[in-house]
């Protein structure tokens, strides 16, 4: 039984590094393929659902993109049953948004559920890197913006 689960924990990191991919790549099918009916997400930005559908539309709008990700090789993997896997992990992100460059050290976690026999992420959060109190970051009027020598 552990050699299966540890078979299963290795599938559940190589389906996220493929959602990383095709966002990467703005390879919409991969990553509706990839996506449960609807996703819960969670982030700087607060939090919302998006419908399987809905991510073509969104991935060609958006205003950023992602040059780069190296995800950590320490990588925390737990099954909850035989259809439901969590992970967490650290990511670097090198990315251009509005023009500009941009480079996040982040904290993210995945829910995976199995549907149908094909594993669908439920569930995706991001947490920016940084003292937990956001010690490091100030308000300047126009939101929480990271403090200069901020790490």
């Not at 790549?25 to 700087?44: E, H, I, N, Y």
């Not at 993109?65 to 992970?87: K, Q, S």
Request: overall charge negative; some cysteine.
């Amino acid at each position: 039984m552990q050699a299966r689960e540890e078979e299963i924990k290795q599938e559940i990191v190589e389906l996220e590094k493929r959602y990383w991919q095709a966002m990467k790549d703005k390879d919409a099918d991969t990553a509706m393929r990839l996506s449960d009916d609807v996703c819960v997400l969670t982030g700087p930005q607060g939090i919302g659902q998006i419908a399987r559908e809905q991510l073509g539309p969104m991935m060609s709008a958006a205003n950023y993109t992602l040059e780069a990700f190296t995800i950590d090789d320490d990588v925390e993997v737990r099954l909850l049953g035989d259809d439901v896997a969590i992970l967490a992990y650290r990511v670097h992100e090198d990315l251009t948004v509005d023009g500009e460059r941009v480079t996040l050290d982040v904290a993210d976690s995945s829910t995976w559920v199995r549907r149908d026999g094909q594993w669908r992420c439920a569930l995706h959060t991001e947490a920016i890197a940084g003292d937990p109190f956001g010690r490091d970051r100030q308000i300047d009027g126009t939101g929480v913006t990271a403090r200069s020598g901020a790490v």
